[in-house]
């Protein structure tokens, strides 16, 4: 396919401003003006021109929407949208509503109509040259350290197959590869066998858009999209179309009797590749994100709410009388249609044979994960290799405010701000750009947050080069108000510390003993908690001590570390007298760690926290304890997960779903874990949960849990609908203009036109003056 060259040309002087070093057309950017300036704009200047007219989209419609607006005149596209179809998006594979085949609703004349609609005869690569991201702040992100010569590694800076820290691949040439799937029909095939399951099976049995009013509107959103966008970049994937039965010699369906089951074996053989061939696809770890819409019936109680005036506020109450708010009930019902056996129904969605699903649920998401059902706990077991395995998802409800279109534009990275709703294909102008020139842009805002930088390395991974752009920033090269550069320290879930309220000079008094111990006795600091088997992975034999004998070792800590035991133990000695129970320390153990000065004695955060729960939070609540069925000598269960960064391992207490840990999508088939493995993980991390709490706060007043979990999905809403869970820290999807927008911090204007990082809108600034 060829390129598109960029030109800056051809434009007349009333289509557009100048300000600065770029040119921004007049008109908003939409699907049709688009592709319009698309040939005579750079890519910085498209990139601007289509961020702010999202920014201005996204604060109008939460203007209107929550009402802080009295403007009538506002395109009528800001406000709540139904569905997906806006202007402010672009149809990957546009609909010709004069074919008819779109009226044929047989199942093979379904697939008739896909395979019609073709993708966008303009979206094709950008030919690459020395200034096609001129202006633009690349995003440098630190290389591993590995002498090792790489071949076909997903972990690649650039994406599978690169072979080496350097930006060239071995993907198919430029001329050979396309941005997208030719057709609809091979964009769902593939998304088909990424997800593991169809939520649009047939036109009337579909969970996109169901006629049923008390149910959802759905839309796959992000990286299981981006997947399939992208896999006609993968050679495999081509090949295996080419290979298929799926086409007679004309390029044509072939005929229902042989189409249907190469379909299916074309979707297997997908299916492998994408979870199980895990060194070919670079997307092999990753989730799927399903966003519900507020069901028309719930639509129609907000509408009579508003008509009525009762505010959001009013609402809210109202919502926190009927579980987790009004959209409780929609979300329950769409998780169970998809996934619930009843009589005479088979789920879109389904466990298969020897495993089973288990479920955790927060205030506005379902999370599912299949794990093996039976008693085997081998990894590697080879007899479920062939299992149709559906892949690690979460089904995310909106707030009752919020719409699919706001919940898309969200996204900040451009390369996730792509949608699927069972009709079309629709993503964010920025996405388009992204495919098109294999580059991922992020703003300012979205490095605000550590765990972000994790996600922009995914997707560098992944195959996208990160540039960061400031959409109002029109120098000639940016210069954006934040660092540019992420480094590769491992990233950990945040912390909990339990010496964050201790006084400052007590912590420097510690730390001044422990320097002057360390010099006076020559030892350093060492791990005197958990014990390190023979079989564990030493890197650097002096940083260890033998424990015992050769089986058991202390490990040095060489930095700057306060949590001595000195300082979380109940009293002296009290935390070997838990830690030689709790581990099995022999006699000549405990002698060995009572040689270290109980100043230098440290112990890692798992078991910090554990000697917390046992020794402190369960002595002083023990009716908090029976409510996690937790008893003092029940500690046999995983109390942690672990989380991996490259080649290092770290263990904590309080981790994110979908960070890894519990809900590891890369552990399939015969590496999966048990269920009841992965439920006895949830009950642990709702146990430190609340303890981590008490310990931070004093006490468990006003705790609320943020998640319950149950192998039983009916059972699981049930136990969800009378539980007060945590309300989210940060305002709803679609719904945070702080995600895009600052604020003045003299009159809570909206910043709306200023470059990052501006404090004063333009009236406070003068008056300071």
């Not at 040439?173 to 769902?188: G, I, M, N, S, Y």
């Not at 059902?373 to 299992?387: E, I, P, S, V």
């Not at 339990?498 to 730390?511: L, Q």
Request: proline share 4%; glycine share 6%; hydrophobic share 35%.
């Amino acid at each position: 396919m060829s390129g598109v060259t960029v030109k800056t040309e051809e434009m007349n002087d009333d289509e557009y401003e100048v300000e600065g070093s770029i040119r921004i057309p007049r008109s908003k950017c939409t699907r049709d003006t688009f592709f319009r300036y698309l040939p005579q704009l750079p890519i910085r200047d498209l990139l601007c021109w289509a961020l702010r007219t999202e920014t201005a989209v996204r604060l109008s419609k939460i203007e209107r929407r929550l009402r802080t607006s009295d403007n009538d005149n506002d395109d009528e596209s800001y406000s709540y949208s139904k569905v997906l179809e806006s202007n402010y998006l672009i149809d990957i594979y546009p609909r010709d509503d004069n074919d008819g085949l779109k009226n044929n609703f047989t199942a093979m004349g379904h697939d008739e109509y896909k395979f019609s609609r073709k993708a966008h005869p303009q979206l094709t690569f950008v030919e690459m040259g020395d200034d096609t991201f001129s202006g633009l702040t690349p995003i440098e992100i630190e290389k591993k350290k590995n002498n090792k010569k790489r071949t076909r590694d997903p972990s690649d800076e650039y994406g599978y197959g690169s072979g080496s820290d350097s930006e060239d691949d071995e993907k198919l040439p430029l001329a050979q590869r396309k941005v997208v799937p030719p057709t609809l029909l091979h964009f769902e095939i593939v998304l088909e066998a990424f997800m593991g399951y169809n939520l649009g099976m047939g036109v009337t049995t579909s969970c996109y858009n169901s006629p049923d009013s008390s149910l959802p509107r759905a839309a796959v959103m992000g990286g299981a999209v981006v997947a399939a966008l992208t896999s006609f970049q993968d050679e495999v994937v081509v090949e295996a179309f080419e290979k298929s039965k799926l086409f007679n010699g004309k390029g044509e369906l072939q005929e229902e009797k042989i189409y249907w089951g190469a379909k299916m074996a074309l979707i297997r053989d997908l299916h492998n590749h994408f979870i199980y061939e895990k060194t070919c696809s670079p997307y092999s770890k990753g989730d799927v994100d399903v966003f519900l819409q507020a069901s028309p019936l719930t639509q129609g109680v907000m509408n009579v709410f508003q008509t009525h005036g009762i505010g959001q506020q009013e609402v809210d109450l109202i919502g926190s009388f009927v579980g987790a708010g009004l959209c409780q009930g929609d979300l329950g019902r769409y998780t169970t249609k998809v996934m619930e056996v009843g009589a005479n129904k088979t789920p879109t969605i389904q466990a298969p044979e020897e495993t089973a699903f288990a479920f955790a649920i927060s205030k506005h998401a379902v999370s599912f994960i299949l794990g093996k059902g039976d008693a085997d706990d081998n990894y590697g077991d080879d007899t479920l290799d062939d299992t149709f395995w559906p892949r690690t998802s979460q089904f995310i409800m909106l707030d009752s405010q919020a719409d699919l279109l706001g919940g898309l534009l969200d996204f900040d990275q451009s390369v996730v701000a792509c949608s699927y709703d069972g009709v079309s294909v629709r993503v964010a102008p920025r996405a388009a750009l992204s495919l098109m020139t294999n580059a991922n842009y992020v703003t300012p805002f979205c490095f605000e947050e550590h765990r972000n930088k994790r996600r922009v390395i995914k997707y560098a991974r992944r195959g996208f080069k990160p540039f960061l752009v400031d959409p109002h920033d029109n120098g000639p090269c940016q210069n954006v108000a934040c660092d540019a550069r992420i480094t590769r320290k491992a990233f950990m879930p945040k912390s909990v510390h339990y010496y964050e309220h201790t006084d400052y000079n007590i912590k420097a008094e510690i730390a001044a003993v422990q320097e002057a111990k360390m010099d006076e006795l020559k030892q350093d600091r060492m791990y005197c908690c958990h014990v390190h088997g023979a079989d564990t992975l030493i890197q650097n034999e002096d940083q260890f001590r033998t424990l015992g004998c050769d089986s058991r070792k202390l490990r040095r800590h060489l930095g700057r570390a306060i949590y001595t035991m000195k300082m979380f133990e109940k009293s002296p000695g009290d935390a070997l007298d838990f830690f030689q129970e709790r581990f099995g320390w022999s006699d000549d153990d405990l002698r060995i760690v009572n040689e270290v000065d109980p100043y230098l004695r440290v112990a890692c955060q798992k078991c910090r926290n554990e000697y917390n729960l046992v020794r402190v939070v369960m002595p002083k609540y023990p009716d908090l304890m029976k409510e996690y069925d937790l008893e003092d000598d029940n500690l046999r269960g995983k109390f942690s997960y672990t989380h991996t960064n490259g080649e290092q391992c770290f263990v904590s207490y309080d981790p994110s779903f979908y960070s890894g840990g519990v809900f590891d999508g890369a552990l399939v088939r015969g590496d999966a874990r048990r269920t009841v493995q992965i439920l006895s993980m949830l009950h642990a991390q709702s146990i430190f949960e609340v303890s981590a709490y008490v310990m931070k706060h004093g006490s468990p007043d006003n705790y609320k849990k943020r998640f319950v979990h149950g192998s039983i999905l009916t059972k699981t809403l049930q136990k969800a609908g009378r539980t007060p869970l945590r309300k989210a820290a940060r305002p709803p999807i679609g719904l945070n203009p702080e995600r895009f927008v600052e604020r003045c911090e003299q009159c809570r204007s909206w910043l709306l036109g200023n470059r990052y990082g501006s404090k004063d809108c333009q009236r406070c600034s003068g008056n300071k003056k």
